[in-house]
């Protein structure tokens, strides 16, 4: 089995009676990258916190690379980069010092080499020697993940690190993710923005109110020709396109107006259609249908919403 | 730990604030030195002992004036001071702290005597070197600001930008993250009044007649050497401003708020005097209360030569504060070491 890096269990956090997190579960594995998604307030930052030792946990425990946080802090918390919200710096130091700052604190022997390896990974080369507040925000988001990855951590742990990204700032962020993860970082990220949390993460549990309501892998199953998907086909004659279904032996999973849905293997959707236009079905569109993490997961707070 | 204690240094110095506050010293200094060679060159008119003014005799401009009798006579010389000042302790034989007063005050002039030198006074419209050193340019309350203002911001400056969540996920024990800014701020303390006893000379060297720093620098001193009375009280000094800026650590620990520590850290220096005279009355009544932090904060006392109340030796009250430096410090590490380090 993979290895796994961090394993937290049972995190609860108690404020006076009420519970911001409670009974949180949560393991990385070893090259996994894990996104942790929750609408604003839902305790991400709090579970973070709790890994990361800022915070004390009210019950759990936390293990990274098998020492427990709490019994040998330095040993489990030498192998952890880190962003927590924002990137904080020393604003009247250059971002050069900062990391020499940070290079001193690791317990590891880093060289300027690496250093300036590390700055010009994340494009900081021209900047590097300007006091970190003549920095973008984005300046300081790539400054935040020079910090965090130096001393080549085996958990790198993101909160919100997307915020002030710009596209390209994304893109590039996302391939660094997945090269860090593939060299075999084992990577937590937490986020709101879905979307770019689909394009990133291996895996997904949802948070909500304190709690761990899903947890889902979102590893693309391979499509192959022969595999059964859902699709959805347009038109007003649904009598007629109901019978020619019914006679090509497919079974209908959904009908919603001048929508119905089927499943079908996939390299049959071909002839299909044919057989339909044959018969003089007017097809107004036809679409596979995939369902978005983004789908599954407003439908989960909508839910929310109502209770 | 050294790797954390340069760090911290690294903070310290290259922050604007740091040369500010040595332009501050350097420029009170200066500021000191100016007055009080402008306030020396004026003529004060010389009162006997009901308060009448009397015509003194008109001198030659710069001849010093070591005191006068009871008809308003001055001294200008030394031999006749000591004279005076042998026929005064016995009129007052029974006087017991007259006495004291006066043999101070004669073991001075007779130092200057044996060494063959005219004392610079007042008198004269300046004073020397000696004794511009032997009293720090009056700088030690405004060093104590300074190294409270630094201790106050070490860290409550890491809160209020965020920077502390860097700090408390990198593989060192709280205790030990605070250890290192505690040993910074030490070390500060240490520099600040090194620094301060060198710009005080430099700066009184440039104002003011130089004469030996081995001559005694006040005639309130006796006859201690100008250069021993400045590190006298340089060093009870520092005693102070380690519990001062332990005490802002602290503050700044707590509340997390720069504004506040240093706020409360310079309203204890000022609030100390005040609080020291309530203290005083009731020392008598209560004598436990010379134990208390205020009183022991007068120990720069000891270098001035003034009682301190409650008649404690300088070894007792140098061990009070310790204590006190100590238990503060188990305090604020026990509170560091708990501390949820809350969302911003």
Redesign the interface.
């Known amino acids: 089995m993979t290895e796994i890096i961090l394993e937290a269990k049972h995190l609860t956090k108690t404020m006076k009676t009420t519970n911001i997190v409670e009974d949180c579960t949560i393991s990385v594995a070893k090259g996994e990258i894990l996104g942790l998604l929750g609408p604003n307030g839902a305790g991400k930052t709090t579970i973070i916190r709790m890994i990361t030792g800022l915070i004390s946990k009210s019950q759990g425990e936390v293990w990274i690379n098998g020492y427990d946080l709490d019994q040998s802090f330095e040993k489990a918390i030498g192998h952890v980069g880190a962003i927590i919200e924002n990137p904080e710096f020393y604003k009247y130091l250059s971002g050069w010092e900062n990391l020499k700052q940070f290079a001193r604190m690791s317990r590891k022997n880093i060289t300027d080499d690496d250093l300036n390896k590390m700055v010009e990974m994340v494009h900081l080369t021209d900047a590097i020697h300007h006091k970190v507040k003549t920095y973008s925000l984005g300046m300081r988001q790539r400054l935040g993940i020079a910090q965090a990855l130096m001393h080549e951590p085996t958990l790198l742990i993101l909160d919100e690190p997307l915020n002030g990204l710009d596209p390209e700032g994304m893109r590039d962020f996302r391939q660094l993710m997945r090269d860090v993860a593939d060299k075999g970082t084992a990577i937590l990220i937490s986020s709101h923005l879905l979307s770019e949390m689909e394009m990133i993460a291996d895996r997904v549990v949802i948070i909500e109110k304190g709690k761990l309501t899903h947890n889902e892998t979102l590893k693309k199953e391979e499509v192959t020709a022969s595999s059964m998907i859902e699709f959805t086909i347009e038109t007003q004659e649904q009598a007629a396109l109901q019978a020619e279904i019914v006679r090509l032996g497919l079974s209908v999973t959904k009908t919603d107006g001048d929508f119905l849905t089927v499943e079908i293997k996939r390299d049959s959707i071909p002839d299909v259609i044919a057989i339909l236009v044959r018969a003089g079905i007017p097809i107004y569109s036809a679409t596979p249908l995939t369902t978005t993490l983004e789908d599954r997961f407003l439908s989960l707070t909508n839910q929310g919403g109502q209770y | 730990m050294m790797?954390?204690i340069?760090?911290e240094w690294?903070?310290l110095t290259?922050?604007?604030s740091f040369i500010v506050y040595l332009i501050t010293i350097v420029a009170l200094l200066t500021f000191v030195a100016f007055m009080t060679q402008l306030t020396n060159d004026l003529d004060t008119p010389v009162q006997n002992q009901e308060g009448e003014i009397v015509e003194s005799e008109s001198l030659p401009k710069n001849t010093p004036i070591y005191g006068h009798n009871q008809e308003g006579k001055p001294f200008t010389t030394v031999d006749s001071t000591i004279d005076y000042l042998n026929e005064q302790k016995e009129n007052f034989a029974e006087n017991e702290d007259a006495l004291k007063q006066i043999n101070t005050q004669l073991d001075y002039f007779e130092a200057y005597q044996k060494a063959d030198v005219t004392p610079i006074t007042k008198g004269n419209g300046t004073v020397s070197l000696g004794a511009f050193f032997s009293s720090i340019g009056d700088m030690s309350m405004i060093v104590n600001f300074l190294a409270v203002i630094a201790a106050s911001i070490i860290m409550a400056a890491e809160f209020g930008?965020?920077?502390i969540?860097?700090?408390?996920?990198?593989?060192?024990?709280r205790s030990q993250i605070l250890l290192s800014k505690y040993m910074t701020v030490i070390l500060l303390s240490v520099l600040l009044t090194a620094f301060t006893l060198v710009a005080t000379l430099i700066v009184g060297a440039i104002f003011f007649p130089i004469q030996s720093l081995m001559l005694p620098g006040q005639v309130s001193l006796g006859a201690t050497p100008a250069l021993i009375s400045a590190f006298q009280l340089a060093g009870t000094n520092l005693l102070a401003m380690l519990t001062y800026v332990t005490i802002s650590l602290m503050i700044s620990s707590i509340f997390r708020s720069q504004a506040m520590a240093v706020g409360l850290g310079v309203g204890m220096i000022f609030s100390g005097s005040l609080v020291n005279m309530f203290i005083a009355d009731m020392i008598p009544k209560y004598p436990i209360l010379k134990w208390t932090i205020f009183n022991l904060l007068d120990i720069n006392n000891f270098a001035t030569n003034n009682p301190i109340a409650g008649d404690l030796s300088f070894v007792q009250v140098a061990i009070g504060l310790l204590v006190y430096i100590i238990i503060i410090y188990l305090v604020t590490n026990f509170i560091f070491k708990?501390r949820?380090?809350?969302?911003?």
């Open positions: 790797h954390l340069k760090n690294r903070k290259l922050k604007r930008d965020g920077t969540k860097l700090l408390l996920t990198r593989p060192y024990k708990k949820d380090v809350a969302l911003t």
